[in-house]
């Protein structure tokens, strides 16, 4: 019976340990982190008017760019096209 609960205890730790690292992988899809990464990409642009799925959406499709300048200007044309 001791080892039962113990093997329950251990369990239940390891699927909240799992648990939290997928959720912080996740966070990289919410609007909140794209926006904050993006007034870093586009300090000129204003995220703030972007909705969750925008702001995600720009932040994946800037991903593919190979410099900042390019990350930047494709950045601003998306939110602007946006606003």
Avoid: C, H, W
């Amino acid at each position: 019976m001791k080892n039962v609960a113990l093997f329950t205890a251990a369990a239940l730790a390891a699927s909240t340990l799992f648990s939290g690292a997928a959720s912080a992988q996740n966070a990289y899809n919410t609007g909140d982190f794209a926006r904050a990464a993006l007034e870093k990409i586009a300090p000129n642009a204003d995220v703030s008017a972007l909705s969750n799925a925008e702001a995600v959406a720009v932040f994946q499709a800037v991903q593919s760019e190979n410099s900042a300048g390019n990350r930047e200007a494709r950045a601003e044309s998306m939110i602007n096209g946006f606003n």
